[in-house]
């Protein structure tokens, strides 16, 4: 991104393999009867054309199942086509490997991703140090088509597969003392080279955060998958937020740490550089970054002679489900 230069879960509350894949039977089931009709849960993850010198990313032997049995939540996807997986595991922000586009591509390769613990913070019933598979395996994964805006004016679309972040919060039982969500990204300097840089404009960990009613929106997802496998290390493995109506810097990779908290959460990008990223980071054409217009974006996959330029819409075209989150603020001050 750009900057200006300084000046456990108990197992009795595991959902067991057997009930888990009868529930996914049951799901099927409804997803099948919804197609007569109904959107919703309506179809199996398709396969995705993946060209055979491109690395595909089976993830853990748990996962694995999982995510075979994913179905396509169509209440919340899009129907634009998803970016070439080419460009999504190529084209990259995530600065704990590097600054260029193509750095996390080329240094997180091999970044270890499992296992991996998440800590549940804060103010919750049920805190904790639990394994990424705890969390995970007592959900259904959807898939979820989206649009993602990087406030740098580019923007892809990705088919997202994960569990809604509303339905991972509530399994720990958030206290009535919560109302912002904060996140914070593995701090590994020996794997992170972005980590050990001098010229870092980061103060590393990266962390995030959003109000618990933005958390608990039904289109904000974990993601543990793309395009039909899990999560590449560059695009966050094992588990990262997907927020498709916030600026893509609000959606952190390599989470390891989800808090609930009484008062509002620093981010990483508003310590750098608050007069130019906000804590909200609502996509919004007509509020410009300092230093460039926001009202366009380059989709991609672009090219110098097919810049295919479009125009931004509000809240990156989920204005209908999340603009009543924001009913009365100035979205220019809170940008
Ligand atoms: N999360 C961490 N930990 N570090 C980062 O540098 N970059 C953000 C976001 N999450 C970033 C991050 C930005 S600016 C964008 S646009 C998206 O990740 C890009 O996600 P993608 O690389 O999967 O497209």
């Known amino acids: 991104m750009l900057i200006k230069k300084p000046d456990s879960i108990p197992s009795s509350e595991i959902t067991s393999e057997s009930v888990y894949l009868q529930r996914r039977q049951f799901m099927r089931g409804v997803g099948g009867l919804m197609l007569g009709g109904m959107s919703g849960l309506a179809h199996a993850v398709p396969e995705y054309p993946i060209d ?19 179905v396509r939540n169509n209440d919340y996807s899009t129907s634009e086509t998803p970016a070439p997986y080419f460009n999504a595991i190529t084209h990259n922000n995530f600065y704990e490997f590097g600054t260029a586009k193509k750095n996390p591509a080329q240094y997180a390769q091999e970044f270890k991703t499992d296992p991996w613990k998440v800590e549940i913070a804060g103010a919750v019933n049920k805190p904790g140090h639990y394994h990424l598979e705890d969390v995970i395996k007592p959900h259904l994964l ?11 004016a580019w923007s892809m ?21 919560a109302k912002y969500v904060a996140f914070t990204t593995l701090l590994d300097p020996e794997q992170m080279p972005g980590q050990r840089s001098y010229f870092s404009t980061i103060r590393w960990p ?10 608990r929106h039904p289109l904000t997802l974990l993601a543990v998958g793309v395009y039909g496998n899990a999560l590449p290390p560059q695009n966050g493995a094992p588990i990262r937020l997907v927020v498709p109506w916030k600026y893509g810097f609000k959606s952190i990779k390599s989470i390891v740490k989800i808090s609930l908290e009484e008062e509002m959460p620093p981010t990483s990008w508003n310590l750098t550089a608050p007069n130019e990223y906000g804590f909200y980071a609502n996509v919004n054409p007509k509020v410009d970054h300092p230093r460039w217009s926001q009202a366009t974006e380059r989709r991609l996959p672009s090219s110098l002679l097919d810049p295919n330029r479009i125009e931004t819409t509000l809240f990156n075209g989920y204005a209908e ?5 924001y009913k009365g603020m100035d979205l220019k001050k809170w940008y």
């Open 52 to 70: 055979a010198d491109l690395p595909r990313y089976p993830g853990p032997a748990w996962l694995q199942p999982q995510i075979r049995s994913s």
């Open 206 to 215: 990266y962390v995030e955060g959003l109000r618990l009613d933005e958390a």
């Open 321 to 325: 489900e999340v603009a009543g989150l």
């Open 157 to 177: 679309v990705i088919p997202w597969i994960g569990v809604p972040l509303a339905e991972v919060l509530k399994a720990f039982e958030p206290t009535s003392k």
């Open 142 to 152: 959807e898939e979820r088509i989206y649009r993602l805006r990087c406030v740098e």
